[in-house]
Structure formats: structure tokens, C-alpha cells
């Protein structure tokens, strides 16, 4: 009698992991975060840190969750499914911070730090007081860090206008410790530029600048493609390449919705 062939092993995506806020409104957060994931073939996963309140017009409420359910989440994640990269957003307060940075210290797999202190429409999403945490605790453990100019001076006190001011920039938030930096200079005239150093070599990203006023979640969905690139075993120019023209792309794709700033697209390459 014939033995019949096995089925084949089905095979296991890269998996990611995003440990930041909920966006009602869809378009950052833990939403872009997953959509992002999806759109670049891995499994996505989450610890959810707050809940906002959110949409177009910007953030009418936010309440953080117990460092206990932070932990726990993550634990769950980590102990039993295991990761490839960790994508950090939202974290709302020192002690969410403090937890957060232990957590991926002790964890195996590269980093991805979005320092977010202010949402698109400049409602505050983190403490104040947590500033020096993430200084001295999360920066520390990051494998890419990606502030953009805003969450610059917040961090180090630093204006940036322009492109000489991104070197000094980038400088001051290496020294807080992260193998690398992306210092975000979509928001200043001209074409969008981002620089990508870990204090030695430098890579200058440019991309054309996108009439379209739909962007938010560029900021969450940036950080989330350089995790996905990493996580599938890109080095970090490589990932941090890929993850400027993903975003490049989901900008020029951005859609109105309500009354306010609409969404990038996630899914502009299907």
C-alpha cells in the first residue's frame, strides 16, 4: 500500500512585535503598526501600553494601562510565540517607560524606538516627566531610534532647521545610547530628507515631497517597516531604505477621512 505524502510544513513569517497605544481613528498606533506588519509579509503582534480616544481632528482622550497588563502582555508574546523585532511607540508615562525598557533589554531581537511625544495634531502623548526615562532608560536599548524633529528638541534641547542641525541632532541622540539614529526632517522646507548615522556612517534619504496634507501615522508606520526589514535579516541601511520608500509611497496614497488629517495608506502596494 502506498505511504501518502505528509502535508508540507506550513511555513512560520517573521514575527513583530509593537508595543505601543491604541488609535481609535485607524491611522497610527497599534493600527498602522499591524497594517504595516501585514503589508510587509510578517506576523504582527501587540502590547497595547494606552487607549486613546482619537480621530482626524486629534486626540480628545488617553488612559494609560496598569504596568502589570504591559508586562503581562508581553511576556505572553515573548515566552511563548518568540520575536524577531520590537517596535516601541506610545508610552505615555515614566513608569510605562521604565517597564517597556527592561522588558526589551532582556529580550534577544533588535529594537526600534519611536520616541512619540506628540501626536500629528500636537495633543502631548507623553508625560513630561518620562523624558529623562526615555533617555536614560529606553534610548539606551534601542537598535534604531527614529525621532522626528519635534521629539528632537523635547530630547535634547537641539532646533533643528536645518540640514547641518540634523548632524548635531542626530549626534546628541546617539550619545544617549542607540547603535542608530533617523533623524526625521520631513518638516522642514524642501524636499523630505531623513538621516540615517551611528555616529560614523551617514546615509542622506531623500524622496519627492507629496502634495497631500494625509499623513498621519508616517511616524508609526516608518518605524514599524525598519522593525519588519530587520526582523527578515536586512541591516539597518538596508531596512531604513526600504522602510523611506514604503512610507514615500503610503504618503502619496494618504485619503481623506473626516473633517481633519486622513491616513497614509497602508496597503498602496495591493
Excluded at 84 to 104: D, F, H, N, P
Excluded at 124 to 150: C, W, Y
Aim: hydrophobic share 45%.
Amino acid at each position: 500500500m502506498p505511504i501518502s505524502a505528509s502535508p508540507a510544513t506550513p511555513l512560520v513569517p517573521p514575527r513583530v512585535l509593537t508595543v505601543a497605544g491604541s488609535d481609535s481613528g485607524g491611522g497610527a498606533g497599534i493600527q498602522a503598526d499591524l497594517k504595516t506588519m501585514l503589508a510587509h509579509g510578517v506576523h504582527g503582534m501587540s502590547v497595547i501600553t494606552a487607549v486613546t480616544a482619537q480621530n482626524s481632528l486629534g486626540v480628545q482622550g488617553a488612559w494609560e494601562l496598569p504596568v502589570e497588563a504591559v508586562r503581562a502582555q508581553y511576556r505572553s508574546v515573548v515566552d511563548d510565540i518568540g520575536v524577531q523585532a520590537v517596535k516601541t511607540g506610545m508610552l505615555a508615562s515614566a513608569a510605562l517607560v521604565e517597564t517597556v525598557a527592561a522588558l526589551l533589554a532582556a529580550t534577544d531581537a533588535p529594537v526600534v524606538v519611536d520616541p512619540v511625544g506628540v501626536s500629528k495634531h500636537g495633543d502631548p502623548l507623553l508625560a513630561a516627566e518620562a523624558l529623562d526615562s526615555v533617555r536614560q532608560k529606553l534610548l539606551p536599548v534601542a537598535t534604531v531610534a527614529t525621532p522626528n524633529l519635534d521629539e528632537v528638541a523635547q530630547l535634547t534641547g537641539v532646533t533643528v532647521t536645518d540640514e547641518s542641525a540634523m548632524r548635531r541632532a542626530a549626534g546628541e541622540i546617539l550619545g544617549y545610547g542607540p547603535r542608530w539614529v533617523v533623524i526625521k526632517g520631513g518638516h522642514l522646507p524642501g524636499e523630505p530628507v531623513d538621516l540615517l548615522t551611528d555616529g560614523t556612517d551617514e546615509h542622506w534619504l531623500r524622496a519627492p515631497r507629496h502634495d497631500n496634507r494625509h499623513t498621519h501615522g508616517t511616524g508609526c508606520t516608518l518605524a514599524s517597516a525598519i522593525a519588519c526589514g530587520l526582523a527578515r535579516g536586512q541591516d539597518v541601511p538596508t531596512a531604513v531604505r526600504a522602510a523611506k520608500e514604503y512610507v514615500t509611497g503610503a504618503i502619496a496614497a494618504g485619503f481623506p477621512l473626516g473633517a481633519g488629517i486622513g491616513p497614509v495608506d497602508h496597503g498602496w502596494r495591493l
